[in-house]
């Protein structure tokens, strides 16, 4: 038996490479088409503290991971009930709104993505619904550097 195969219980603490994370970025941005833009979110249940638009991190919607994080995540083969787990999560010390960003989670799954890892998911999700397409984004994330080494390495970890 492969050792990709995760038997029922046993919880998988193995690093996810980095490489692979990338392959996972490609596979969600190729899937759903690099155009991809992707929509502001909708009024949530907080309206005082968000207004028209909420601005707390949403994984998961209907049942379906959401956004390119949250697809990234499924895609990597992380389970639905870790995203509906995020969703529920408070950051330290907000105690109204839930919704975590995924660098300040305290999930030990998200152990796995290592810092570069989670370095770059937060690159996505802080700039996800900025109106760039997917496609961009990946080109940001993984495209040539315009900036001298030392500043990319600071801007782009993942990449290094
Ligand atoms: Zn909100």
């Known amino acids: 038996m492969s050792d990709d195969v995760i038997t029922s219980g046993a919880v998988n603490n193995r690093p996810i490479p980095i490489e692979t994370i990338r392959e996972a970025v490609d596979i969600v941005v190729f899937s759903h088409g690099p155009a991809t833009v992707e929509a502001p979110e909708p009024q949530c249940d907080y309206p005082k503290l968000c207004g028209e638009h909420c601005t707390y991190p949403r994984y998961a919607r209907n049942g379906e991971p959401t956004g390119l994080v949250g697809k990234v995540l499924i895609q990597l083969g992380f389970p639905l ?19 975590v960003k995924i660098g ?57």
Do not use: C, V
């Not at 509906?84 to 839930?98: C, F, K």
């Open 81 to 99: 009930k870790l995203l509906l787990d995020l969703d529920r999560e408070h950051e330290m010390s907000e105690l109204l709104h839930p919704g």
């Open 104 to 160: 300040r989670s305290r999930n030990a799954a998200l152990i796995r993505l290592g810092p570069k890892g989670i370095a770059l998911l937060t690159f996505f999700q802080e700039n996800q619904k900025s109106g760039k397409s997917w496609g961009n984004l990946s080109r940001e994330a993984f495209g040539p550097k315009k900036l001298l080494r030392r500043r990319d390495m600071k801007r782009r970890p993942w990449r290094y």
